[in-house]
T-cell receptor
Framework: RKEVEQDPGPFNVPEGATVAFNCTYS??????FFWYRQDCRKEPKLLMS???SGNEDGRFTAQLNRASQYISLLIRDSKLSDSATYLC???????????FGPGTRLSVLP | ETGVTQTPRHLVMGMTNKKSLKCEQH?????MYWYKQSAKKPLELMFV???????ENNSVPSRFSPECPNSSHLFLHLHTLQPEDSALYLC???????????????FGAGSRLTVL
């Protein structure tokens, strides 16, 4: 089983749609959680950290369920500029390394 | 300069060449990383340095040789590479130590390598 798994995608949605991404992780010792976005041929950039109580940043809402080892990202009112690959990242356990999921690609269509 | 800077941005080399990738971070971080991203594949962790000491070598072939002279600089020395080594090589930095939501990974723009 991979350490971090994500919806395989791609997701093709119209502008204005609400889209949700799911992520599961296998290491119960994981301590911190993030969503990154990566545009085509660019480096990954931090979108938001994910906290136990859930957190929101504008149109983006992240949730963490430690018991189920599950992380989600909700994007409301999708924009064309949201088109990218969304990477779930987990840190903790031995080595405290950042472990990346394979990513879910989103295309927002006009 | 701010953030994480990588040079060169693009590199084309033959299988017998020797070249180096350079990374410099201006964030005051003390952990640095090399990742490899091949086309349509997830990010692969290659090496991790904490306080200049290598703490992770993810079974990387010896034709890739990292060097970390201080907490701000990281190199990846390349020799006798294969065409399948063509990829985007990303450098990143973070604070070493306890994981927290505030302790994030920051990437450079990457060095796109083509091996002929």
């Amino acid at each position: 089983r991979k350490e971090v798994e994500q919806d395989p995608g791609p997701f093709n949605v119209p502008e204005g749609a609400t889209v949700a991404f799911n992520c599961t992780y296998s290491n119960s010792a994981s301590q911190s959680f993030f969503w990154y976005r990566q545009d085509c041929r660019k480096e990954p950039k931090l979108l938001m950290s994910v906290y136990s109580s859930g957190n929101e940043d504008g149109r983006f809402t992240a949730q963490l369920n430690r018991a189920s080892q599950y992380i989600s990202l909700l994007i409301r009112d999708s924009k064309l500029s949201d088109s990218a690959t969304y990477l779930c990242v987990v840190r903790g356990g031995r080595g405290q390394n950042f472990v990346f999921g394979p990513g879910t690609r989103l295309s927002v269509l006009p | 300069e701010t953030g994480v800077t990588q040079t060169p941005r693009h590199l084309v080399m033959g299988m017998t060449n020797k070249k180096s990738l350079k990374c410099e971070q201006h964030l005051g971080h003390n952990a640095m990383y090399w990742y490899k991203q091949s086309a349509k594949k997830p990010l692969e962790l290659m090496f991790v340095y904490n306080f200049k000491e290598q703490t992770e070598n993810n079974s990387v072939p010896s034709r890739f040789s990292p060097e970390c002279p201080n907490s701000s600089h990281l190199f990846l020395h390349l020799h006798t590479l294969q065409p399948e080594d063509s990829a985007l090589y990303l450098c990143a930095s973070s604070q070493a130590g306890t994981a927290s939501g505030a302790n994030v990974l920051t990437f450079g723009a990457g060095s796109r390598l083509t091996v002929l």
